[in-house]
């Protein structure tokens, strides 16, 4: 046993400094266990979609190392399994979770569960994602302010978070209104997660999405006469995923697409999704196609297109 004697005045300093350390890491593991207690099991959607298993975040909310993002339907939820703190680190256990869309239940969690309804143990070993962050220097800010720079909250809108191109799809999908509100709908286990509710719902649009938002073109739409429509000249098929190859998901998705006077592809929007990181490969193919641009009394138009994109494995 260590014995500690004090008769100075610099004893009695040196003691309050120890408390002093003390106090911060006493308050951050209290707000650990408010925060524990408030996200386990529940569903929260990563900042920035950051991909990979493993991701360190500064006490700033800032990830360190290497950033890499991919789409939001492969690396943006995840369902927070484990919220524990170790001396100066926070570590978050979650599972990614996947997401597809279907005529009847719209964007809706791919991830296979058991007869509790939990997540199936093998999706939790694969898709395992772990979040360590440093809370040795948040005194007096509390971790839930940290979470918050990590995660999406009831304050951000989704709508705004995710890259162009998915920008009209979820607006309209979130607010029920609009041409794609059908096409682009959530289930309900998804609208319960914080930022896609009334806020994401309500998200000003830019304009160049609004200026194209209607009438939406469809594969089968009537041309203008003395118009004619435009014809690709390069035009490679997107890359299935890893993941929706693994899960053998497929399907059909519809982008919007406006072929300008150069026969160049610009303001896509996706019309119809699929999910898994389909959308995403789509969108990156379609970007480099090239087409002999569409005519109007034989002098170049630009034309907006519907183009189907066809995922099968065969």
């Known amino acids: 046993m260590t014995r500690l004697f004090c008769r100075t005045t610099a004893c009695h300093a040196l003691t309050a400094a120890v408390l002093t350390m003390y106090v911060p890491l006493i308050a951050a593991q209290d707000s650990l266990k408010s925060v524990r207690d408030q996200y386990q099991n529940k569903i929260l959607v990563v900042r920035n979609f950051y991909a ?91 971790v839930e302010v940290l979470l918050s720079q990590i995660f999406l909250t009831g304050a951000d809108s989704f709508a705004t978070a995710v890259p162009p191109y998915w920008k009209l799809c979820i607006h309209d999908g979130l607010s029920g209104i609009g041409n794609l509100a059908q096409t682009c709908s959530f289930s309900r286990e998804l609208l319960d997660v914080p930022s896609l509710g009334e806020q994401a719902a309500n998200a000003p649009l830019s304009p160049v999405i609004e200026r194209d938002r209607s009438p939406f073109p469809l594969p089968t739409s009537k041309v203008e006469k003395g118009v004619v429509p435009p014809h690709a000249t390069y035009s490679p098929e997107p890359p299935f995923t890893d993941l929706a190859r693994a899960r053998r998901f497929q399907g059909m998705l519809i982008l919007s697409v406006r072929i300008d006077e150069a026969g160049h592809t610009n303001d896509i929007q996706i019309a119809r999704p699929l999910g898994c990181g389909l959308d995403a490969q789509a969108v990156r193919a379609v970007a480099d196609w090239k087409f002999i641009p569409a005519t109007k009394d034989n002098r170049p138009v630009s034309f907006l297109v519907a183009i189907e994109v066809d995922f099968h494995l065969y």
Do not use: C, Y
Request: proline share 2%.
């Open 52 to 142: 990979g298993h493993s991701l360190h975040f500064a006490s700033n909310g800032k990830l360190t190392g290497k950033q890499v993002s991919d789409d939001w339907t492969t690396d943006g939820f995840v369902q927070i399994d484990e919220i524990n703190g170790s001396g100066q680190s926070m570590l978050i256990r979650a599972t990614r979770l996947q997401i597809g869309w279907s005529s009847k239940s719209g964007f809706t969690v791919l991830n296979k569960r058991d007869r509790e309804g939990n997540l199936d143990k093998k999706e939790k070993k694969h898709h395992e994602l772990q979040i360590q962050a440093d809370i040795d220097s948040l005194a007096p800010q509390p």
